[in-house]
């Protein structure tokens, strides 16, 4: 009898439960959340900071790994050019910018196959953070960039 009525208890409080947990889960669902930073194309007057060339460095599962990077603007258009000895150059056109970062994105040729790219680049104090992402989160690999000095 004890067992039955605690069994009988416990469905009763399961039951109650359900639509607490239920309004709860629709109010967190409803409240505001911050809105992420939308990603515009990138301007000449956005860029302006950036324009140089950079030697975006990291670290691989193969060791360091050293990019250059050459921001620009050619007639009134953001571009960039990304070079290192294992992906040999890409040129870059599609170039947004989203709060403070830039994202370059690319397809670079791996053995024949089209592999999309994402860098994604953030000012810091004088130097960037570099965080690149391969095959759609396949593969990231994350680093810095300075000046490259001439």
Known sequence: MVRIALVSSALVLGVVAI??????????AAAP?????????????????V?????????????????????RVDAGKVAADLTNDMMGKSTVSEISKKGAAFVLSYSMDMQGQAIPVVLTLTPKGEGLTASFDFGGGQFQMDGVGARTKK
């Open 51 to 71: 324009v140089g060339d950079w030697t975006l460095t990291m670290e691989t599962p193969m060791g360091p790994m050293a990019t250059m990077l050459s921001m």
């Open 33 to 49: 959340a911050s809105a992420p930073a939308a990603q515009a194309p990138a301007t000449p007057a956005d860029v302006a900071p």
């Open 19 to 28: 639509p607490v947990v239920t309004l709860q889960a629709a109010q967190q």
